[in-house]
């Protein structure tokens, strides 16, 4: 029974550590609306807390029938090598290789740098995230050197034709004309 127990408690040990080893990219906000003809930003976050990155490359993908890519500016207070800071190359669809990083590392969450996009056509543009390959590549530990895994997540932009306080007071304009006329009659 204490083999068991001491088992048990080994694997629990080992899940605990492996899951505190997780490192962390993502867009924000999560779930985001935009109006037709207006800018949107989203914030490519990282958290690299358990083990700090000699850094890496990302990928992002997104619908570039209803987004438009503008820029994409690094924050000022990262704290990374602007030697290793690469701007993504634009492809339909894709920005890539966007890099990042420091050989003594980083970590803890930070702001890696903002998005901007004109938005093009009403409807849901998915951005997912991804390890860059090549020219960037994978995240290494700034301690062990190896291999990190780490947790993309992505995010969506919702855009609108007609924002919903216009079309709310286009409605109850539209409704008082009626009220008036019909009032006359």
């Known amino acids: 029974m ?16 492996a899951s505190s080893q997780a490192a962390t990219i993502s867009l924000e906000p999560l779930n985001q609306n935009a109006v037709l003809g207006n800018t949107v930003s989203l914030q490519l976050m990282m958290d690299f807390s358990d083990d700090a990155t000699m850094g890496g490359g990302v990928d992002v993908f997104f619908d570039d029938s209803v987004l438009q890519f503008i820029s994409f500016v690094f924050d000022a ?28 590392g980083l ?19 998915s951005f997912s995230v991804a ?21 993309f ?13 216009a079309a709310a007071w286009l409605l109850f304009s539209g409704l008082a004309v009626v009220g008036a006329v019909s009032r006359r009659r």
């Open 153 to 165: 997540q992505g995010a969506t932009v919702k855009v609108s034709a007609v924002p919903v306080p």
């Open 131 to 151: 390890e860059n390959d090549f020219p960037a590549g994978a995240f290494f530990s700034a301690t062990t050197l190896a291999a990190q895994f780490v947790d």
């Open 77 to 104: 207070g990262l704290g990374d090598d602007p030697d290793f800071r690469r701007q993504p190359d634009v492809f339909s669809g894709e920005l890539n290789g966007l890099g990042f990083g420091e050989f003594n």
């Open 107 to 125: 970590s803890g969450p930070s702001l890696v740098g903002t998005f901007t996009f004109n938005t093009l056509a009403s409807g849901s543009a």
């Open 2 to 17: 204490s083999s068991r127990l001491s088992w048990l408690a080994g694997a629990c040990f080992t899940l605990a550590c």
